[in-house]
């Protein structure tokens, strides 16, 4: 799906982020060894899809939504953002990694392509990007310490 409109960014962005937020609370009830860490990755999907709507909702108007931005194509960021009942701790955190690289780089590229058509939401974008980048650490350091 090619994604040309702000708009479209805006609605994709959500849905990532409630997918997430669900993945890392169904990880937290199933693995107690890092709920604390997954309560708080899901928390914080809630509120980068608030502060996403509430940047764009706050400046759309009807003259931006008509301008098209450089399109972005889902399929470049396509990942099953879910995780089997019966996978183990270890391909659970590889799979949690593997999601948080993809929404990043989806992150970084919209901030990019949406540019100074709509610049409150593209910083909101970059910012919600570099924070994943630490998200991805933490993850991996989770990993390291069952290697």
Request: aromatic share 8%; hydrophobic share 40%; charged share 35%.
């Amino acid at each position: 799906m090619e994604l040309i409109t702000a708009s479209a960014i805006v609605s994709y962005v959500t849905k990532l982020e409630e997918e997430s937020a669900k993945l890392y609370e169904e990880l937290a009830q199933k693995y107690s060894e890092a709920k604390t860490i997954f309560l708080s990755l899901a928390k914080e999907n809630k509120m980068n899809k608030q502060s996403i709507e509430r940047t764009y909702y706050g400046i759309i108007s009807d003259k931006l939504e008509a301008c098209f931005i450089k399109i972005l194509n889902t399929d470049d960021y396509s990942i099953e953002i879910k995780i089997p009942k019966e996978v183990s701790y270890l391909n659970a955190l590889q799979k949690t990694i593997e999601i948080e690289e993809k929404i990043q780089k989806f992150f970084v590229d919209a901030s990019d392509a949406i540019g100074s058509l709509v610049p409150d939401v593209s910083w909101s974008l970059s910012r919600i990007g570099k924070k994943r980048e630490d998200r991805i650490l933490k993850l991996k350091s989770l990993l390291e310490k069952i290697k």
